[in-house]
């Protein structure tokens, strides 16, 4: 099982960015996704995350700005991120903390490449 994150960029104050992180491989059923971030010179932290029936949980750092979305059907998760601050600019991470590849059998874990986000005028 393989995440690929994509949608990053550079985007002024103020801006928006929509990330999108995609599962691919054999997949029965996939847990909780989320977005996570690392800044540079700071530790990876979580920024949002939604179970499989689409309860979302959000830092407060990006709560009323950042809306965390998923689509089962195309096992993709999404993160729309508005009014954009210089301090969200941080290299974006995908997860999905259980992947089942079929009945009884998971990946735990499971991270993206990362897609860089940075919010400069």
């Known amino acids: 099982v393989q995440l690929q994150a994509s949608g990053g960029g550079l985007v002024q104050p103020g801006g928006s960015l929509r990330l999108s992180c995609t599962a691919s491989?054999?997949?029965?059923?996939?847990?909780?996704m989320g977005w996570y971030r690392q800044a540079p010179g700071t530790q990876r932290e979580p920024v949002a995350d939604?179970?499989?029936?689409?309860?979302?949980h959000y830092a407060d750092s990006v709560k009323g700005r950042f809306t965390i979305s998923r689509d089962n059907a195309k096992n993709t998760v999404y993160l729309q991120m508005n009014s954009l601050k210089a301090e969200d600019t941080a290299v974006y991470y995908c997860?999905?903390?259980?992947?089942?590849?079929?009945?009884?059998?998971?990946?735990?874990?499971?991270w993206g490449q990362g897609t860089e986000v940075t919010v400069s005028s």
């Open positions: 491989g054999s997949i029965f059923r996939i847990n909780a």
């Open positions: 997860n999905a903390d259980q992947v089942w590849t079929q009945p009884g059998v998971d990946e735990k874990d499971v």
């Open positions: 939604i179970t499989s029936v689409g309860t979302t």
